[in-house]
């Protein structure tokens, strides 16, 4: 192929008209005539095309047709600037323009990785099952070894489905929980799972073992003993503190889960059936968050 078939049949494959190539930079008729073969672009403007048509202009000097390895050249240093600089989004755009190629399929799961991630901390949990789940797709289609990523993608999918069951994560933490490395979290799993099947001594001799530095956890332990002692008193007063922090603190929205569904329901054991049904208000505003 001629210089002139390789630029048009790229044009034409992006869907770009001879205006849009052309911006300021040269003419639509100079265009025509290098598409026709009637005239060679000088280098500075086979540079300019080669930057608009996102290849290297050595894919127009090559006798080779295959653009990808060209597309890759000129690409590839900017998915990687990109991605240092945390604009996932942008370079998961640019990795979408290399097709199948097993580099931009890797930078590709980390990206949709970290944008799920950004999502889910976020509270938009639907939006980041999507990417959660795309991730997954991508680390199946690539021919690395991507079982970590796929990995912490599938954790976190879990954590979301849970959190739409309103169910506990599981106990104890599997190596590739979101949660792996935050010790203090799963300690706080286990009490939540204690407190629900023990009797108050045992979970009180346990909690006593456990010296919690986060404040938010201990206090919804300390509300969780005292529902276990039937002193829905005290527990409301503690789980009304927490729903009262969430305005000011960040917690993630399986600990305001954990928090409301409480909160609900020792309002209805002690026949405080206004603030249970903001409860559940305040619930379902947070499972909203999945179909936003």
Do not use: W
């Not at 001879?18 to 911006?23: A, H, W």
């Not at 799972?193 to 006593?208: H, P």
Request: charged share 25%; hydrophobic share 40%; proline share 3%.
């Amino acid at each position: 192929m001629t210089i002139g078939e390789k630029l048009r049949e790229l044009r034409l494959s992006q869907k770009i008209t001879q205006s849009e190539l052309c911006g300021e930079v040269i003419t639509r008729n100079m265009l025509s005539r290098i598409e026709n073969g009637a005239a060679l672009p000088s280098l500075p403007t086979l540079q300019y095309l080669s930057e608009k048509l996102g290849v290297s202009a050595g894919y127009f000097l090559d006798d080779a047709e295959e653009v990808l390895p060209y597309r890759k050249i000129h690409l590839i240093p900017k998915i990687k600037s990109l991605y240092r600089m945390g604009d996932f989004a942008t370079c998961l755009a640019l990795c979408n323009q290399l097709d199948s190629d097993d580099e931009a399929a890797l930078i590709t799961a980390e990206c949709l990785l970290n944008l799920g991630i950004r999502l889910f901390r976020d509270e938009q949990l639907h939006s980041a099952e999507s990417f959660f789940e795309r991730t997954v797709i991508a680390c199946r289609s690539c021919l690395y070894d991507l079982s970590h990523i796929e990995k912490k993608a599938s954790e976190h999918l879990a954590a979301i489905r849970r959190a739409k069951a309103e169910k506990l994560p599981d106990f104890p933490p599997s190596e590739s929980s979101p949660y792996a490395e935050e010790v203090e979290y799963y300690l706080y799993v286990y009490m939540l799972y204690i407190t629900k099947t023990a009797r108050y001594d045992l979970a009180a001799s346990i909690y006593d073992t456990i010296k919690f530095s986060n404040t938010l956890y201990k206090k919804h332990i300390n509300a969780r003993l005292s529902m276990l002692a039937r002193n829905n008193s005290r527990a409301s007063t503690l789980l009304f503190e927490l729903v009262e922090s969430f305005s000011s603190t960040y917690c993630d929205p399986l600990f305001r889960m954990n928090v409301l569904t409480d909160m609900e329901s020792v309002s209805n054991a002690i026949g405080d059936y206004e603030n249970a049904y903001k409860c559940l208000v305040m619930k379902n505003t947070l499972l909203s968050a999945f179909e936003k």
